[in-house]
Protein backbone atom coordinates (compact mmCIF):
# COMPACT_ATOMS: atom_id res chain seq x y z
CA UNK A 1 0.00 0.00 0.00
CA UNK A 2 0.92 3.70 -0.76
CA UNK A 3 -0.45 7.54 -0.50
CA UNK A 4 -2.20 6.91 -3.55
CA UNK A 5 -4.27 3.74 -1.96
CA UNK A 6 -4.70 6.26 1.14
CA UNK A 7 -5.88 8.86 -1.20
CA UNK A 8 -8.13 5.88 -2.43
CA UNK A 9 -9.66 4.48 0.02
CA UNK A 10 -10.47 7.75 1.95
CA UNK A 11 -11.94 8.98 -1.04
CA UNK A 12 -15.23 6.99 -0.22
CA UNK A 13 -14.95 7.55 3.53
CA UNK A 14 -16.14 10.74 5.76
CA UNK A 15 -14.48 9.40 9.16
CA UNK A 16 -14.62 11.97 11.78
CA UNK A 17 -11.69 13.49 13.62
CA UNK A 18 -11.78 14.90 17.15
CA UNK A 19 -9.79 17.95 17.92
CA UNK A 20 -8.62 18.64 21.07
CA UNK A 21 -8.24 22.54 21.54
CA UNK A 22 -8.28 23.93 17.94
CA UNK A 23 -7.68 27.46 19.40
CA UNK A 24 -5.16 28.26 17.08
CA UNK A 25 -4.60 28.75 13.18
CA UNK A 26 -2.30 25.77 11.83
CA UNK A 27 -4.77 23.24 13.65
CA UNK A 28 -7.71 24.90 12.21
CA UNK A 29 -6.23 25.13 8.41
CA UNK A 30 -4.98 21.48 8.80
CA UNK A 31 -8.53 20.37 9.75
CA UNK A 32 -10.17 23.05 6.66
CA UNK A 33 -7.91 21.62 4.28
CA UNK A 34 -9.01 18.10 5.39
CA UNK A 35 -12.77 19.11 5.07
CA UNK A 36 -12.30 20.45 1.91
CA UNK A 37 -11.33 17.11 0.33
CA UNK A 38 -13.90 15.54 1.52
CA UNK A 39 -13.03 13.09 3.46
CA UNK A 40 -13.36 13.96 7.35
CA UNK A 41 -15.57 15.06 9.22
CA UNK A 42 -13.98 17.37 12.10
CA UNK A 43 -15.11 17.89 15.72
CA UNK A 44 -13.80 20.73 17.80
CA UNK A 45 -13.51 20.41 20.96
CA UNK A 46 -12.39 23.53 23.22
CA UNK A 47 -13.37 26.79 24.24
CA UNK A 48 -16.01 28.20 21.52
CA UNK A 49 -15.78 31.42 21.10
CA UNK A 50 -11.87 31.14 20.78
CA UNK A 51 -12.48 28.36 18.06
CA UNK A 52 -15.14 30.36 16.02
CA UNK A 53 -12.48 33.28 16.14
CA UNK A 54 -9.57 31.62 14.68
CA UNK A 55 -11.77 30.05 12.01
CA UNK A 56 -13.35 33.40 10.99
CA UNK A 57 -9.75 34.80 10.39
CA UNK A 58 -8.44 31.92 8.56
CA UNK A 59 -11.01 29.75 7.47
CA UNK A 60 -14.56 31.45 6.70
CA UNK A 61 -17.45 29.72 6.56
CA UNK A 62 -15.86 26.49 7.53
CA UNK A 63 -18.44 24.93 10.00
CA UNK A 64 -16.71 21.71 12.09
CA UNK A 65 -18.97 20.30 14.92
CA UNK A 66 -18.35 21.99 18.01
CA UNK A 67 -18.39 20.87 21.75
CA UNK A 68 -17.56 23.94 24.46
CA UNK A 69 -15.07 23.36 26.89
CA UNK A 70 -13.43 25.92 29.34
CA UNK A 71 -10.50 24.12 30.87
CA UNK A 72 -7.44 22.25 28.92
CA UNK A 73 -8.62 19.19 31.16
CA UNK A 74 -11.86 19.24 30.43
CA UNK A 75 -11.38 19.58 26.47
CA UNK A 76 -8.94 16.52 26.80
CA UNK A 77 -11.51 14.71 28.45
CA UNK A 78 -14.00 15.34 26.68
CA UNK A 79 -12.24 14.47 22.93
CA UNK A 80 -10.74 11.15 24.64
CA UNK A 81 -14.83 10.64 24.95
CA UNK A 82 -15.41 10.92 21.49
CA UNK A 83 -13.27 7.97 20.57
CA UNK A 84 -14.38 6.15 23.89
CA UNK A 85 -18.01 6.08 22.31
CA UNK A 86 -17.36 5.72 19.03
CA UNK A 87 -18.02 8.94 17.43
CA UNK A 88 -14.52 9.44 16.49
CA UNK A 89 -11.98 7.26 14.67
CA UNK A 90 -8.74 9.56 15.45
CA UNK A 91 -7.67 12.25 17.22
CA UNK A 92 -5.50 15.14 16.75
CA UNK A 93 -3.83 17.91 19.46
CA UNK A 94 -4.78 21.19 19.04
CA UNK A 95 -3.23 24.07 21.11
CA UNK A 96 -3.64 22.11 24.29
CA UNK A 97 0.02 20.62 26.48
CA UNK A 98 0.61 17.11 25.19
CA UNK A 99 1.05 15.88 29.18
CA UNK A 100 -2.19 17.50 29.76
CA UNK A 101 -3.65 15.71 26.41
CA UNK A 102 -1.86 12.30 27.05
CA UNK A 103 -2.66 12.19 30.77
CA UNK A 104 -6.59 11.78 29.39
CA UNK A 105 -5.78 9.17 26.71
CA UNK A 106 -3.95 7.30 29.63
CA UNK A 107 -6.36 7.44 32.35
CA UNK A 108 -7.15 3.83 33.73
CA UNK A 109 -10.76 4.50 34.07
CA UNK A 110 -12.04 7.04 31.44
CA UNK A 111 -8.90 7.15 28.85
CA UNK A 112 -8.20 5.15 25.82
CA UNK A 113 -4.92 3.12 26.25
CA UNK A 114 -4.49 -0.18 24.60
CA UNK A 115 -0.77 -0.63 25.32
CA UNK A 116 1.26 -0.12 28.15
CA UNK A 117 3.73 2.33 25.77
CA UNK A 118 2.85 5.10 23.46
CA UNK A 119 4.76 5.34 20.78
CA UNK A 120 5.42 7.25 17.85
CA UNK A 121 5.74 6.34 14.22
CA UNK A 122 6.64 8.03 11.41
CA UNK A 123 5.27 6.63 8.09
CA UNK A 124 6.61 7.04 4.76
CA UNK A 125 6.87 6.25 1.06
CA UNK A 126 9.69 4.69 -0.53
CA UNK A 127 10.03 2.51 -3.54
CA UNK A 128 6.31 2.54 -3.68
CA UNK A 129 5.54 1.43 -0.60
CA UNK A 130 4.50 2.62 3.28
CA UNK A 131 7.53 2.75 5.52
CA UNK A 132 7.58 2.64 9.04
CA UNK A 133 10.01 4.09 11.48
CA UNK A 134 9.99 3.95 15.18
CA UNK A 135 10.38 5.76 17.77
CA UNK A 136 11.20 9.02 17.46
CA UNK A 137 9.42 10.89 19.45
CA UNK A 138 7.98 9.60 22.62
CA UNK A 139 10.53 7.31 24.62
CA UNK A 140 13.87 8.92 24.99
CA UNK A 141 15.89 5.74 26.52
CA UNK A 142 13.78 2.78 25.35
CA UNK A 143 14.34 -0.63 27.83
CA UNK A 144 14.32 -3.79 26.48
CA UNK A 145 10.96 -3.93 27.56
CA UNK A 146 9.60 -0.63 25.99
CA UNK A 147 10.49 -2.08 22.64
CA UNK A 148 8.85 -5.28 22.86
CA UNK A 149 5.59 -3.15 22.88
CA UNK A 150 7.56 -0.59 20.14
CA UNK A 151 7.52 -3.05 18.15
CA UNK A 152 3.79 -4.47 18.70
CA UNK A 153 2.58 -0.93 18.18
CA UNK A 154 4.25 -0.58 14.97
CA UNK A 155 3.32 -4.06 13.64
CA UNK A 156 -0.53 -3.24 14.35
CA UNK A 157 -0.12 0.16 12.11
CA UNK A 158 1.90 -1.71 9.35
CA UNK A 159 -0.57 -4.27 9.24
CA UNK A 160 -3.57 -1.90 9.07
CA UNK A 161 -1.54 -1.41 5.58
CA UNK A 162 -1.42 -4.02 3.74
CA UNK A 163 2.12 -5.40 5.40
CA UNK A 164 1.92 -9.19 6.01
CA UNK A 165 3.76 -10.44 7.70
CA UNK A 166 5.35 -7.27 8.67
CA UNK A 167 9.23 -7.55 8.84
CA UNK A 168 10.74 -5.31 11.34
CA UNK A 169 14.34 -4.79 11.16
CA UNK A 170 16.01 -3.17 14.89
CA UNK A 171 18.59 -0.82 13.87
CA UNK A 172 22.15 -0.46 15.65
CA UNK A 173 25.64 0.88 14.54
CA UNK A 174 26.63 -2.80 14.64
CA UNK A 175 25.83 -5.30 12.31
CA UNK A 176 26.65 -8.12 14.61
CA UNK A 177 26.38 -8.32 18.50
CA UNK A 178 28.75 -6.55 20.29
CA UNK A 179 28.86 -6.45 23.93
CA UNK A 180 29.76 -2.80 24.12
CA UNK A 181 26.77 -1.31 21.96
CA UNK A 182 23.31 -1.68 24.13
CA UNK A 183 21.47 -1.77 20.79
CA UNK A 184 22.95 -4.66 19.21
CA UNK A 185 22.44 -6.72 22.32
CA UNK A 186 18.44 -5.93 22.46
CA UNK A 187 18.04 -6.41 18.52
CA UNK A 188 19.44 -10.09 18.85
CA UNK A 189 17.08 -10.64 22.24
CA UNK A 190 14.60 -9.28 20.13
CA UNK A 191 15.60 -11.64 17.63
CA UNK A 192 15.48 -14.56 19.30
CA UNK A 193 11.67 -13.67 20.61
CA UNK A 194 10.96 -13.25 17.32
CA UNK A 195 12.25 -16.71 16.23
CA UNK A 196 10.15 -18.15 19.33
CA UNK A 197 7.22 -16.98 18.26
CA UNK A 198 6.15 -14.34 20.89
CA UNK A 199 5.22 -11.57 18.39
CA UNK A 200 3.08 -14.11 16.44
CA UNK A 201 3.67 -15.65 12.87
CA UNK A 202 2.48 -12.37 11.45
CA UNK A 203 5.58 -10.53 12.12
CA UNK A 204 9.26 -10.87 11.91
CA UNK A 205 11.72 -9.49 14.20
CA UNK A 206 15.77 -9.62 13.27
CA UNK A 207 19.05 -7.58 13.83
CA UNK A 208 21.31 -5.94 14.48
CA UNK A 209 21.42 -4.12 11.27
CA UNK A 210 22.75 -1.13 10.11
CA UNK A 211 20.69 1.23 8.43
CA UNK A 212 22.17 0.33 4.41
CA UNK A 213 21.41 -3.13 5.56
CA UNK A 214 17.81 -2.31 5.87
CA UNK A 215 17.31 -0.46 2.60
CA UNK A 216 19.68 -1.75 0.25
CA UNK A 217 19.82 -5.20 -0.54
CA UNK A 218 22.98 -4.56 -2.58
CA UNK A 219 24.59 -3.21 0.59
CA UNK A 220 23.58 -6.25 2.29
CA UNK A 221 24.90 -8.71 -0.25
CA UNK A 222 28.68 -7.07 -0.37
CA UNK A 223 28.39 -7.24 3.70
CA UNK A 224 27.30 -11.14 3.62
CA UNK A 225 24.47 -10.16 6.04
CA UNK A 226 22.34 -12.69 5.64
CA UNK A 227 19.28 -12.56 7.33
CA UNK A 228 15.26 -12.74 7.06
CA UNK A 229 14.62 -9.70 5.03
CA UNK A 230 17.91 -7.87 4.54
CA UNK A 231 17.39 -4.70 2.09
CA UNK A 232 13.29 -4.58 2.33
CA UNK A 233 12.30 -4.28 5.80
CA UNK A 234 8.86 -2.59 6.62
CA UNK A 235 9.05 -1.47 10.10
CA UNK A 236 13.00 0.01 11.52
CA UNK A 237 13.27 0.64 15.12
CA UNK A 238 15.91 3.02 16.24
CA UNK A 239 17.74 2.59 19.17
CA UNK A 240 16.82 5.73 20.94
CA UNK A 241 14.69 9.22 20.58
CA UNK A 242 18.06 10.91 19.23
CA UNK A 243 17.88 8.55 16.63
CA UNK A 244 14.33 8.04 15.64
CA UNK A 245 14.15 12.15 15.80
CA UNK A 246 17.40 12.74 13.86
CA UNK A 247 16.30 9.84 11.28
CA UNK A 248 13.20 10.42 10.85
CA UNK A 249 13.87 14.01 10.02
CA UNK A 250 16.41 13.56 7.30
CA UNK A 251 14.14 11.06 5.69
CA UNK A 252 11.70 14.40 5.31
CA UNK A 253 14.47 17.06 4.79
CA UNK A 254 17.00 15.57 2.96
CA UNK A 255 14.52 13.29 1.00
CA UNK A 256 11.78 15.09 0.32
CA UNK A 257 9.71 12.55 1.15
CA UNK A 258 6.46 12.28 1.55
CA UNK A 259 5.17 11.40 4.88
CA UNK A 260 3.13 11.56 8.22
CA UNK A 261 3.08 11.00 11.43
CA UNK A 262 1.36 9.43 14.65
CA UNK A 263 0.88 8.04 18.27
CA UNK A 264 0.47 4.00 18.34
CA UNK A 265 -0.52 2.33 21.58
CA UNK A 266 -4.13 4.22 21.94
CA UNK A 267 -7.51 2.66 20.77
CA UNK A 268 -7.33 5.24 18.02
CA UNK A 269 -4.27 6.74 16.32
CA UNK A 270 -3.21 10.05 18.18
CA UNK A 271 -2.02 13.09 16.03
CA UNK A 272 0.76 15.31 17.74
CA UNK A 273 1.30 18.33 14.64
CA UNK A 274 4.15 20.45 14.71
CA UNK A 275 4.52 24.05 14.17
CA UNK A 276 7.20 23.34 11.44
CA UNK A 277 5.47 20.47 9.34
CA UNK A 278 4.40 21.59 6.06
CA UNK A 279 0.95 21.48 4.37
CA UNK A 280 1.67 18.44 2.72
CA UNK A 281 3.13 16.41 5.95
CA UNK A 282 -0.53 17.47 8.24
CA UNK A 283 -2.54 16.16 5.79
CA UNK A 284 -0.73 13.08 5.05
CA UNK A 285 -0.55 12.69 9.15
CA UNK A 286 -4.37 13.31 9.08
CA UNK A 287 -4.93 11.04 6.12
CA UNK A 288 -2.93 7.83 7.72
CA UNK A 289 -4.55 8.43 11.36
CA UNK A 290 -8.17 8.26 9.38
CA UNK A 291 -7.18 5.41 7.29
CA UNK A 292 -5.70 3.40 10.16
CA UNK A 293 -8.15 4.16 12.16
CA UNK A 294 -11.04 2.29 10.97
Known amino acids: MNFADIDHLLGNQKVSLAICMPEEIDSITAAYEASKLGFVNCIFVGNIEIMQHFIDKCAPGFKPEMINALTPEEAAFKTVELVRIGKAKALMKGNISTPILLKAV?????????????????????????????????????????????????????????????????????????????????????????????????CIVDGPFGLDNVISEESAKIKHIKKNFEGNADVMVCADIDTGNILGKSILYYGNTRAGGMIIGAKCPVILLSR?????????????ALAAGF
Do not use: W
Request: with cysteine; net charge neutral.
Open 106 to 202: LNSETGIKDSSVLSHTLVYEHEGKLRFLTDGGMIPLPTLENKIEIIKNACKIAKKFGCNPVKVAVLSAAELVNTKIQSSLDAAVLSKMSQQGLFGDD
Open 276 to 288: ADTKEIRLDSIKL
